[in-house]
C-alpha cells in the first residue's frame, strides 16, 4: 500500500514512519508542515512533501502527486497546557487542519483513516483502568480538538463510508533503539524528556508536581507506552481496516502504571545519575492515575505491547545523550 503520514517528521510519526520501513514493504508519503517536526526524523527513502494542512489547496495539490490508499494522521499540536493558554490555536491546527485533510482525502476516494487521539478525552475518569466505555470529558482544548476530529470521522464514515481507527494514546515514551530518532520539543513539558535532561545536567532538578495525590507514593500515576508499541498499533489498526472492518476507537497504553517518583527512580538507576528531585506544586488539570485497559486493542487488533519502563528509559537516555535535532 502507499501510506500517507502527516505530521510523520514529528514524534510519534516519524517513529511510525521508521517502523513502517522496517517491518512492512508498504511505501510511505510523509506531509509535514515542520513547524514542529524535524526534517532530519525522517530518511530519504521516504516521498517528503511540506504541506500545510491549513492550506487545503497545497493539500489537494498533494494528494494528486500519489495514489494513496490510507492515511495515518499524526499531525497536530500536543501541548496541553499551550492549548488552555492558547485555543484559538488549537482549535484552528487540530480542527480545522484535519477537516481539512478529511475533506480533501474523501474527494480523492481515499477510505481508510488511522487518526492519533488520546486518553486525555476522558477527562478526570470514574474508573481505572479506563476502558473505552468510559464517557468522554474532555477538561482542556487539546482534548476537545481530538474528540471533535474523532466525531468529525464517524460522520464523514455514516455519508461517505471512510472507515477508521481513533487511537486514543497514553503517555507515548521511549525512542528508536538505535539512536537515530527521539522525542524533541521545545519548550519540553514531558517528564521522561525533563527527568534526562536533569541527568545530564542540563536542569538543576526536576519538579515534583504534587506529592499529596491518592496514590501509594502521593505522585501521579501514568501509563508510559513505548513509541514503537504505538507504531506497531498503527500498523495493525492499518490492517484491520484492510481486513474490512468497522470504524472503532481503542486505548493504547500497557496496562501498567508508574509514579513519578518510580520514574525518577528508574531514571536514577538506568542513568547512574543522581537526578535532583524537589517537591512543587500540583499542576492543573493533572487526574492522580491514568492507566489503560488495554484489552480491546488486544482482542480486536491482536496488538501486544512489548517493552517496559526499563526499554523506555534506556532507549530514551541513548537518545538524550546523543541528540541529533
Ligand atoms: N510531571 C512532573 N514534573 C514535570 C513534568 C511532569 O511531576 O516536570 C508529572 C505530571 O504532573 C504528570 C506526569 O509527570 O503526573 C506525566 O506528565 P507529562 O507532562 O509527561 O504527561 P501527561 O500525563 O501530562 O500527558
Redesign the pocket.
Known sequence: MNILVTGGCGYIGSHFVKFLQQNSDHKVIVFDNLSRGHREAINNDVDFEKIDLLNPSEIEIGLSKYKIDAVVHFAAFAY?GESVEDPGLYYTNNVTGSINLIKAINKAGIKKFIFSSTC?LYGNPNQVPISESEPTKPINPYAQTKLMIEKVLADFDLSHNLKYAALRYF?A?GADFEGEIGESHDPE????P??LQTALGKREH?????DDYDTPDG????DYIHVYDLADAHLKALEYLVRGENSDFFNLGTGDGNS?KE?IDKAREVTGKEIKSVI?E??AG?PAV?VADNKKAKNILGWNPKYNLDDIIKSAWNWHQNQKY
Open positions: 496541553v486525555s503517555n515514551a513539558p514531558h517528564l521522561i525533563i527527568v526536576i519538579k515534583i508536581f504534587g505522585t501521579c500515576i501514568r513519578v520514574l512543587a500540583r499542576r493533572d491514568l
